[in-house]
């Protein structure tokens, strides 16, 4: 065992699941239906707004710039906050569906995470309800429970790209950044992740793609599977593969003094 790699801290959307597009979306559009506002996202637009981390956050950011005359609604913040619940409802509703899968390689390193009895964290900028509800629908009744802590939405000033929430979780782990590894999807995820001093893997989503990843340890097209493995799109693997609890152990090579990934016997065979 690598005593180096004591935590791996998880963000949510985009890395757990793809859940933006055809989860957040719709379930903000159909928010907006409930109230009576003529307000649709597309799909175009949603990657534009997705620049604002927060629903609440990305609703008035919206407002300001597309119907700038209703800021003047008197309660505004209330007002807000009252919409994002109506959203954050149906976002619960169409994950307790079963809507939104986990990305490749997901179940399988949490897996052998937990079988190493590396810790596992959750540090993300959306409500918590909804990372309660994606994570039963996906794992599980009971996997909430297997996080150390998850840390999530309001619970810091700043959200990310601000570092805050990093900090906050691993306060709460009692862990200094050098033994944990984050895993990201964003741009604005990885600075944040980054800000609090943590080696980060990306796998990208479809919204983050071309985004700026610079300072990552490993841009990966996912986690990967044994039977559907990942591309790398940054950084130097010496095979494709997949990412497993072996490979994050030794993730932080000590004598290269810097961050390094590798593919271990195990994930080459
Ligand atoms: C992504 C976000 C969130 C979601 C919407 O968070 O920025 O705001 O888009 O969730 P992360 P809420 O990638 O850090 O998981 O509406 O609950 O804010
Ligand atoms: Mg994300």
Redesign the pocket.
């Known amino acids: 065992m690598n005593s180096k790699v004591q935590a791996v801290l998880f963000?949510?959307?985009?890395?757990l699941a793809d859940?933006?597009r055809d989860g957040?979306r719709l379930?903000?559009n159909a928010a907006f239906e409930e109230l009576g506002l003529d307000w649709n996202w597309g799909v175009a637009l949603y990657g534009e707004l997705?620049a604002?981390?927060?629903?609440?956050?990305?609703i008035r950011h919206y407002m300001e710039n597309h119907t700038p005359a209703e800021l003047g609604r008197s309660g505004l913040d209330g007002w807000i906050a009252g919409l994002?619940k109506v959203?954050?409802k149906h976002?619960v509703s169409l994950l307790e569906s079963g809507g939104i899968p986990l990305r490749p390689g997901v179940a399988r390193l949490i897996r052998h995470l937990r079988d190493a009895n590396i810790k596992i964290a959750i540090?993300?900028?959306?409500?918590p309800e909804?990372v309660t509800a994606l994570l039963k629908s996906t794992l599980g009744e009971d996997s909430p429970g297997w996080f150390e802590v998850i840390g999530a939405?309001d619970i810091v000033r700043g959200?990310?790209p601000e570092p805050d929430?990093y900090h906050w979780v691993l306060d709460q782990l009692g862990l200094p950044a050098q033994q944990c590894i984050a895993i990201?999807?964003?741009e604005?995820?990885l600075r944040a992740s980054l800000g609090a001093g943590l080696d980060t893997v990306i796998t990208v989503s479809d919204y983050t793609r071309s985004q700026d990843f610079s300072g990552a340890a490993l841009v990966l097209s996912d986690l990967g599977e044994p039977t559907q493995p990942f591309a790398v799109l940054e950084g130097n693997v010496p095979h494709s593969g997949w990412v497993d609890t072996e490979l994050l152990l030794t993730l932080k090579d000590e004598s290269a003094g810097s961050c390094g990934i590798y593919l271990s016997e195990k994930a080459v065979r």
């Open positions: 963000d949510v959307d985009g890395t859940t933006e957040h379930a903000f997705l604002i981390t927060g629903g609440k956050e990305r994002h959203k954050t976002y540090a993300t900028t959306t409500t909804n939405g959200k990310k929430i990201e999807d964003s604005n995820g």
